[in-house]
């Protein structure tokens, strides 16, 4: 589900909330050591972004957060907020030219260099919690 976050709404944060569960808490967050990425300089992307991404010569950011059920992308551009709510069940990652996050028919491949070195420990931490997940839900 892509949608444009830039002026969130109850009823927006609630469909979120649905698909990848409530934003863990502080102290959770703390014990976790962390649930968001460092910025990540965003190489390409499928079509299905094209309708909220304008092409032009600025540089794309995302980042990602962690969620109990799944993960959210945030990329920004110009002032506008889009987020890729991606629950793990549908969540294939790949690295080849980068890494790239694929589910639901879409993709975003994001550079890699130093930003991604900067989250290597990061995404160690999505891929178990991932595990953990598709674990607990084929018991």
């Not at 190489?43 to 309708?51: D, I, L, P, R």
């Not at 909220?52 to 990602?64: P, Q, R, T, V």
């Not at 260099?113 to 999505?126: A, G, I, P, S, T």
């Amino acid at each position: 589900m892509i949608i444009d976050n830039s002026a969130p709404t109850p009823e927006l944060t609630s469909k979120i909330n649905k698909v990848v569960g409530e934003p863990f808490s502080f102290l959770a967050s703390y014990r976790m050591g962390g649930i968001g990425s460092h910025r990540m300089y965003i190489k390409a992307y499928s079509s299905g972004f094209e309708k909220y991404l304008h092409k032009d010569s600025n540089a794309l950011f995302g980042n990602i957060e962690l969620r109990p059920d799944g993960i959210i992308v945030h990329i920004s551009q110009r002032n506008h907020r889009f987020s890729w709510v991606l629950p793990y069940y549908q969540l294939s990652v790949f690295q080849s030219e980068g890494f790239t996050l694929h589910g639901n028919g879409e993709f975003v491949r994001f550079n890699a260099d130093v930003y991604f070195d900067k989250n290597k420990l990061f995404l160690e931490r999505m891929f178990k919690a991932r595990e953990q997940i598709l674990e607990n839900s084929q018991l």
